[in-house]
């Protein structure tokens, strides 16, 4: 849970890099929380608005986490604009933020402080 707060505490912050341990453990537990709001807010009436103000909330951090992935990877946040080809976009992404990280500095800085770093 520490490594969710983190992400939330860099809530703008788009420099640096993010290892695959903090984006995926980011981008899971986002996914439960908002099936649960989901799941809770279809009990109580039919409607979305608690799950939708969530989203809003974690998507500036969740872009920021994002692009610090691409940057341990040496890539430029710029390469999320690929998602604008359907299909195609989602499947590079995805496979650039399940590869590991440039092992060492790269142009984006330090690699990220983590213990379980990959």
Known sequence: MDIYLNVLKKYAVFSGRAS????WTFVIIN??????L?????MIWDGRILSAFYSLFVMIPGL???VRRLHDTNRSGWWFF???I????AVVLFVFTVQSGTPGQ????HPPAD???S
């Not at 695959?20 to 984006?23: A, G, H, I, Q, S």
């Not at 790269?106 to 800085?109: A, E, L, Q, T, V």
């Open 20 to 23: 695959r341990r903090e984006y």
């Open 115 to 117: 213990i379980y770093y």
């Open 86 to 89: 359907p299909l195609i976009g």
């Open 38 to 42: 989901e799941l809770v807010e279809g």
């Open 31 to 36: 996914f439960i929380i908002i099936f649960l």
């Open 106 to 109: 790269n142009r984006y800085g």
């Open 82 to 84: 690929i998602s604008l």
């Open 64 to 66: 920021a986490v994002f």
